[in-house]
């Protein structure tokens, strides 16, 4: 079975099809149909409205269904935020490398002089699943729970990764092992 998971990120892609490919699922980005659409605004409040128009449009676009997700970051602290803004929180850096140093380097800003116990935050992914007509077939949401420490660790994972520890493994997301983290993300 194929799934076409609408993304361009790369380190997404790796992650589906590390979770998904021993189940015989053949997980298809958009780079490896050689698609060129062009990527939909997110204007949702949430990550399951954000993940709903991103599949309804590359499914329109593509004329299969899709996979699209919304994910990103919320810390206790800031009221939530980064949330829906996680991959462009800082606004700066031309490549996905240096928007996550920039996003990394702003979030670490926020919280300095916070106290640890009050850095509580969550990875959220919301999952939809639509086809080309705009009908939804599926939708989820899932949470992995950490705290934010104060200078980054680990070279597994991308995005906020080596920020998020998380207590019970006694190290952050990125310092695990890749299969760890597939299971608890």
């Known amino acids: ?59 329109a676009a593509l004329g299969r269904a899709v996979l699209a997700d919304d994910s990103g970051l919320e810390v206790d602290a800031l009221g939530g935020r980064p949330g829906v803004h996680s991959a462009r929180y800082a606004g700066t850096g031309s490549t996905r490398e240096e928007r996550d140093a920039a996003n990394n380097a702003k979030l670490l800003r926020e919280l300095s002089g916070v106290p640890m116990a009050q850095r509580t935050a969550r990875f959220v992914c919301a999952i939809c699943v639509a086809t080309p007509d705009g009908r939804v077939l599926a939708t ?13 660790r680990g070279t597994h994972g991308f995005g906020y990764d080596p920020l998020l520890h998380v207590p019970e493994a006694g190290c952050t997301s990125a310092e695990l092992d890749p299969a760890e983290k597939n299971r608890r993300s």
Request: charged share 25%; proline share 7%.
């Open 1 to 59: 079975m194929d799934l076409v998971v609408a993304t361009g990120n790369p380190h997404k892609i790796e992650e589906i099809r590390a979770i998904l490919g021993p189940h015989g699922v053949r997980v298809l980005g958009l780079d490896d149909l050689g698609a060129s659409v062009p990527e939909p605004d997110e204007p949702g409040a949430t990550f399951e409205e954000n993940a709903a128009i991103k599949a309804r449009a590359y499914a």
């Open 140 to 152: 989820s949401r899932g949470t992995f729970d950490g705290v934010i420490i104060e200078a980054a």
